[in-house]
């Protein structure tokens, strides 16, 4: 079992940059990708970003490619999203996922979340 825990959301104005961490715990394996989705209101759950293990392999969203980087850090058990130029739409439930496969469908184990607010 992996247990996930995400922090960094907040409120920021458009155009602002916030940075999420999430931290692994329990079980955790090296092996695993790890990703990065999120939820707005009254919409479902749509994938954000997958970094593989040795960073090497990164997947991101058409909408948040060139403004938000996923990254990680395996001596820590630690994955990152930095999001820049935020736009209102960016507002959701940001959700921190591990799994054994570097896709969205790959993921097994889930965060409880951490809300990012965008104002205009």
């Known amino acids: 079992q992996v247990e996930l825990v995400e922090f960094g959301g907040g409120l920021v104005q458009a155009g602002g940059s916030l940075r999420l961490s999430c931290a692994a715990s329990g079980r955790t394996s090296s092996s695993y990708a790890m990703g990065w989705f999120r939820q707005a209101p009254g919409k479902e759950r749509e994938f954000v970003a997958i970094?593989?293990?040795?960073?090497?392999?990164?997947y991101y969203t058409d909408s948040v490619k060139g403004r938000f980087i996923i990254s990680r850090d395996n001596a820590k058990n630690t994955v990152y999203l930095q999001m820049n130029s935020l736009k209102p739409e960016d507002t959701a439930v940001y959700y921190c996922?591990?799994?054994?496969?570097?896709?969205?469908?790959?993921?097994?184990?889930w965060g409880k979340g951490t809300l990012v607010t965008v104002s205009s």
């Open positions: 970094i593989g293990w040795g960073s090497i392999t990164t």
């Open positions: 996922a591990a799994g054994r496969s570097a896709t969205p469908g790959g993921m097994d184990y």
